[in-house]
């Protein structure tokens, strides 16, 4: 089986719940910017990766056009608050304790001159109200500049903020407890849509297919590929893009993913590639760095690579894919891509098993075509001769000067030859009900007729070994649909093996019934029967029975094989029931003629 490569697509991702968030606390800015007296208002929140993220800007255009969505580090502005006089939630830290490169961390700073008063607002002080929840831990910060007035806030225009602060503060702890709760609910949904259509294919492909959307989706990504690791260890570097065109991973690429997928799965944990971000521990920097500049050749700022497995096996990797303007991926959505990993895991190693099956079913349907085509050439290439050979016995036989030995070894010639005629025709008969090639042309047979037919043919043995042979038919004609010659072969199997594996002074009854949309034509004897084990083998080619008593009788092992072809190319089935010593019922249901 072959590793399988799956589509990269590119769509915008953004989610509702920002939306909304950023609405909620837009509003606190702008109430800030409207009723507290100051110019502008920014409100962030605390992500995943230790930055704050700039979520709502009140108040000027140009502090929004370059503050809204910026990222800066935690620990830059907690090294800042420490030099901060604590105003209630407020942080105020003058110019003259500020870094001077706070300005650049910040990413803007008003252009206004400061005036000469001792309380007067310069351009680099920073009032910054941290936001914590209950538990104490940084969850965002309420920024405020530019005072209307130009001085630092008083007394009452502290409390003022302060009772902003607050509002802002619960905002946005629900801004971020809104935002855990849709990415568990759209994981959970993309991580079920998975699970489900992963689990109705048994292809390789079509489960990619299947559930490219679903994870596109979950995972806000921008793009995606699944790559397989083959059985014998190797994976495939091809990867394909929803136009269709190419994109090739090196073999070094290809040796780094599947290496860094075994490591992940080994360690049940996702890796994140990004530039500014170490590299996990199933990833080395030396090879970081090769991925992060195949991600710069197509455009891709991030990947989270989740590994794929099943048990102790690990059978791939998946990649999602974000721009560098996206947002990070989250630890909600790390644990369900990992979670994502271990279903598919099993679904690709349920279709990689229903492939092998697959390929080896057909295998054994080109065998079992080979089988056939040698079995009916070599018996076209005995029959000649054998005909040949008869005829030549016949010629002997007719001649008057034969002593009695000759005779007797002419005869037992004869005799090996009748049953090598046998086996060859039994040969040829089961190649060709056995052919795809050779359909049965359906008719309407009268079951009656045929049964009638068999009995009176096989009466002239059955008188021999004193054996009742009955008919259990309706008078009137009993039609199934399918060709004459072969339900006639079928019928006559059943009669003669019934009378050859019965002892001499038993009973057979050969039977006739419809059964709705079905005809029942059953045989049954009271002869040696049929241990359990040998039933399971009996309708196979040359398969003689392990009961000496039945090996002592002559056969070629074709009969009942040819009967079960029949009936499977019949639309039929055929049933047994056989107790050692007892006797056994064959009985074989076929299609009814129409009305």
Not at 404 to 424: D, F, H, I, K, Q
Request: net charge negative; proline share 5%; aromatic share 4%.
């Amino acid at each position: 089986m072959t590793g399988h490569p799956i589509e990269v697509q590119q769509r915008p991702a953004q989610s509702e719940w920002y939306d909304t968030s950023r609405e909620a606390l837009q509003t606190i800015a702008e109430g800030v910017t409207q009723l507290a007296g100051f110019g502008v208002a920014a409100i962030s929140v605390v992500r995943d990766d230790g930055k704050l993220e700039v979520m709502a800007v009140a108040g000027s255009d140009e502090a929004r056009e370059q503050l809204e969505g910026t990222r800066t580090p935690v620990d830059r502005l907690e090294q800042e608050i420490e030099k901060a006089d604590e105003w209630g939630l407020l942080r105020f830290v003058p110019h003259e304790r500020l870094d001077p490169s706070i300005g650049d961390t910040w990413g803007w700073v008003p252009d206004i001159t400061p005036l000469a008063e001792p309380d007067a607002w310069h351009p680099l002080d920073l009032l910054i109200a941290p936001l914590y929840d209950e538990k104490g831990e940084l969850r965002g910060t309420l920024a405020i500049d530019l005072p209307v007035d130009g001085k630092r806030p008083g007394t009452a225009r502290r409390q003022l903020l302060q009772r902003y602060a607050e509002q802002a503060g619960r905002a946005v702890i629900t801004a971020l407890e809104r935002e855990a709760l849709s990415h568990q609910v759209r994981l959970a949904e993309a991580a079920r849509q998975v699970v489900r259509r992963a689990s109705a294919q048994l292809r390789i492909d079509r489960i990619l297919s299947d559930i490219r959307d679903a994870l596109m989706r979950g995972f806000q990504a921008r793009g995606l590929w699944i790559q397989t690791i083959d059985e014998d260890g190797h994976g495939t570097g091809a990867v394909y893009s929803a136009d269709g065109v190419q994109v090739v991973l090196t073999g070094e690429l290809m040796r780094i993913a599947e290496t860094a997928a075994r490591r992940a799965w080994e360690g049940q944990r996702v890796e994140i590639v990004q530039r500014g971000r170490p590299f996990g521990p199933s990833i080395s920097g030396e090879d970081g760095e090769r991925i992060l500049g195949f991600l710069d050749t197509i455009g891709i700022g991030s990947l989270l690579f989740t590994p794929l497995g099943a048990g102790p096996e690990c059978l791939g990797n998946l990649v999602l894919t974000r721009t560098e303007e996206d947002a990070d991926w989250s630890s909600v959505e790390m644990a369900a891509a990992l979670d994502i990993g271990h279903d598919l895991g099993r679904a690709i190693l349920n279709a990689r098993t229903f492939e092998r099956e697959h390929q080896l079913v057909e295998e054994l349907q080109a065998l079992d075509t080979y089988k056939s085509q040698l079995i009916a050439t070599v018996s076209h290439e005995l029959k000649n001769p054998l005909t040949a050979i008869m005829g030549h016995l016949e010629m002997l036989e007719a001649s008057p000067d034969l002593t009695g030995t000759t005779r007797t070894s002419l005869a037992a010639m004869e005799r090996g030859t009748n049953r090598m005629v046998r086996v060859v025709e039994d040969l040829l008969l089961l190649s060709k009900v056995g052919d795809p090639d050779n359909p049965v042309i359906p008719a309407p047979v009268d079951l009656r007729r045929i049964v009638d037919d068999v009995v009176d043919l096989t009466s002239v043995a059955a008188e021999r070994k004193a054996i009742e042979l009955a008919v259990d038919a309706p008078r009137e004609p009993v039609l199934a649909i399918g060709d004459h010659d072969e339900l006639d072969r079928v019928c006559a199997n059943l009669v003669s093996n019934a009378v050859k594996y019965t002892p001499d002074g038993g009973q057979v009854t050969v039977a006739l019934a419809a059964c709705g949309d079905e005809i029942m034509l059953s045989c049954s004897d009271t002869g040696l029967g049929i241990s359990a084990e040998d039933q399971g083998h009996l309708f196979r080619e040359f398969f003689r029975s392990t009961n000496p008593d039945a090996r002592s009788q002559p056969g070629t092992g074709l009969g009942l094989a040819i009967v079960s072809r029949i009936v499977q190319r019949h639309r039929g089935r055929i049933e047994v029931e056989s107790e050692l010593g007892k006797g056994s019922t064959f009985r074989v249901l076929l299609p009814a003629a129409p009305g």
